[in-house]
């Protein structure tokens, strides 16, 4: 089954502890991108890239980041989360050439 | 800088009633604009609109865009609970494959 997968779905950690999200797609898209999702102000796009080795910051990139060593997989990174990053987070692929983004379920992230 | 404001904010209805939902856009040369729907997860594809004019369908949900005056309009007939859901909008623009989304329109149909 074509599909985004991110892990884990649920976190809640506390200030400074350095964590990982990972995010894999099975659907050899060579666009990936990260969002996190707060009320009231839609998704907005923290990292993205457009192939391997590729990568390019969105409008919130402040406190993340991220890799691309392999084409399937696009980890976000916060090295010293704080509480502002508590927020849904959402990994993205899609075609270079396409504009439909498949999205994975959500990884939901509380930092106290 | 890219806009896309989504109207209105949230919306509540009873099953049976047509909504109207509603995605303007200032931004410099518009490519496509695409229509998503989230219920408690992830945002799943709806729509991609390019042409002003043709109108895009898929069940009791239609899309049309608007090029000359900037916007498109999602209507839902006959809403139905299973349509309570974030509509999401997204804008692609100049030469780039990065979108820019609106706020959303949260939708709750009561039965």
Known sequence: EAQVTQNPRYLITVTGKKLTVTCSQNMNHEYMSWYRQDPGLGLRQIYYSMNVEVTDKGDVPEGYKVSRKEKRNFPLILESPSPNQTSLYFCASKFRGSYEQYFGPGTRLTVT | EDKVVQSPLSLVVHE????????????????????????????????????????????RLSSILDKKELFSILNITATQTGDSAIYLCAVYAGGSYIPTFGRGTSLIVHP
């Open chain 2, 16 to 59: 049976g009633d047509t909504v109207t939902l509603n995605c303007s856009y200032e931004v410099t040369n518009f490519r496509s604009l695409l229509w998503y729907k989230q219920e408690k997860k992830a945002p799943t594809f709806l729509f991609m609109l390019t042409s002003s004019g043709i109108e895009k369908k898929s069940g």
